[in-house]
């Protein structure tokens, strides 16, 4: 089949047949329905259910039909695989019918994205060894940065679904006990003073494994839909006076931001990469054959300046190995959970993808834009992040973007 699409634009945007991401989008006011992003437009796919122009996917009636893409995602790779294949055909250069479907093709200018996946569990991971290296050095200066677990398993604590929000949501800065301002002196409670961005990948499941089973490492790809950015916004001081001993908790769990855009498994494959090597060997449950490692170019922009630039196929901890660990205990996955990497940094400054390490623990101001300079989010601060794969000029595949705005306590 061609690679080529009769959509104008749809060509070298990274949302060409290449990618054919999922999201859900609405008119203003009016309820959300499923789509898949072709340029800048959304293909309706309610629609072309409706038309009978999906029918050799095989999918049951009403599937594509609702707000939410949970009921795809409990279908499985097979009925993955044919409803991508039937769509990467009706919009071919060769497709037939182009009338039809043009019908079911709305500018994305005309709508507004949405969650477009029930969160029924979030995990985030540490995946990145240079970003757990990093934090290890500003924490225990005098120790080893990485704690004696941290190459023996994907580390990782469960999040708070409800607070996940699709990208545009404004982030509220939290309230929260904050740390003592001198050894031995009382904690107070108020609106975060270091409130932090995380560059992450996140990946949604699709049908998952009975309660007192597990995943295999080796059949992890089976159950992953596909992948979004994920902003897991930070609260440093909360989290630093709270993370002792059990974690993390109301430092993270007042927002967690996604992309709108679903990219599909499947059009990731041409950019598997080897992982870094891993030593010591993993255990058995944990060790996967081929190349788990995603070639993504990164980005993070605050307040209209990049200020870091980083890739995913570093991260130490694959996402075979995460959903293998997650579930290694025999806790079931659903359709629609959400599994993120933890922060994605690279080895140098530059290529870090949170501002406690790209300012050293606010040591260092970063500049950004209008000539000005922060260590942690001012109130009014826009983030955004990106991510492709391929030449940013003209991507294979995009993931569009995480964006969100801080809004005063």
Same mark, same amino acid.
């Given at each position: 089949m061609s690679e080529s699409s009769w959509v104008p634009g749809a060509d070298g945007s990274g949302f060409g047949l290449q990618n054919l991401p999922y999201g859900a989008v609405a008119r203003h006011g009016r309820e959300p329905r499923l789509a898949v992003r072709v340029g800048d437009h959304a293909l309706l796919l309610g629609v072309l259910e409706e038309a009978g122009l999906l029918a050799r996917a095989g999918l049951p009636a009403g599937t594509l039909g609702g707000p939410l893409l949970n009921p795809l995602l409990a279908l499985g790779r097979p009925a993955w695989s044919a409803l991508r294949a039937q769509l990467r055909e009706l +919009?071919?250069?060769?497709?037939?019918?182009?009338?039809?479907?043009?019908?079911? +093709?709305?500018p994305l200018a005309e709508l507004e994205p949405r969650l477009p996946f029930a969160v029924g569990d979030y995990v985030d991971f540490y995946s990145s060894i240079e970003h757990a290296s990093n934090l290890g050095r500003m924490f225990r200066p005098d120790s080893d940065p990485l704690l004696p677990n941290w190459r023996r398993l994907p580390v990782g604590y469960h999040g708070r679904a409800s607070s996940v929000v699709v990208s545009g949501t404004p982030v509220r800065r939290p309230h929260g006990q904050l740390p003592p301002a001198e050894a031995g002196g009382e904690p107070s409670f108020g609106p975060t003073r270091r409130l932090d961005i995380e560059l992450e990948l996140g990946f949604v499941t699709g049908p998952g494994n009975p309660l007192g089973t597990s995943i295999a490492a080796a059949d992890a790809a089976d159950h992953v839909f596909g992948f979004v950015l994920v902003n897991d916004w930070s609260a440093r001081d909360?989290?630093?006076w709270e993370y002792q001993p059990l974690g993390p908790f109301l430092g993270k769990s007042f927002a967690t931001s996604v992309s709108p855009w679903v990219v599909p498994l499947e059009a990731l494959d041409p950019f598997r990469v080897p992982a870094p090597a891993q030593d010591p060997a993993p255990l058995p449950y944990l060790r996967?054959?081929? %190349?788990w490692g995603l070639?993504?170019?990164? $980005?993070v922009e605050l307040e209209g300046a990049v200020v870091s630039r980083?890739? %995913? %196929?570093? +991260?130490?901890?694959?996402?075979?190995?995460? +959903?293998?660990?997650a579930t290694a205990n025999g806790t079931n996955a659903r359709p629609g959970d959400l599994y993120a990497?933890?922060?994605?940094?690279?080895? $140098?400054?530059?290529t870090y993808g949170s501002l406690i390490e790209l300012t050293w623990g606010g040591r260092d101001p970063l500049a950004v834009g209008n000539g000005s300079q922060r260590t942690f989010l001012e109130d009014g601060d826009t983030v955004?992040?990106?991510?492709?794969?391929?030449?940013? $000029?003209?991507?294979?595949v995009s993931f569009g973007e995480v964006r969100g705005t801080i809004a005063p306590a």
């Open positions: +919009l071919s250069d060769a497709a037939n019918g182009r009338a039809t479907v043009q019908t079911a +093709l709305v909360v989290q630093r996967t054959d081929g %190349s070639d993504i170019a990164l $980005e980083t890739n %995913s %196929s570093g +991260l130490y901890w694959t996402f075979p190995q995460q +959903l293998a660990h990497s933890g922060t994605i940094s690279g080895p $140098e400054p530059g955004v992040l990106r991510g492709w794969c391929g030449p940013r $000029e003209a991507p294979s």
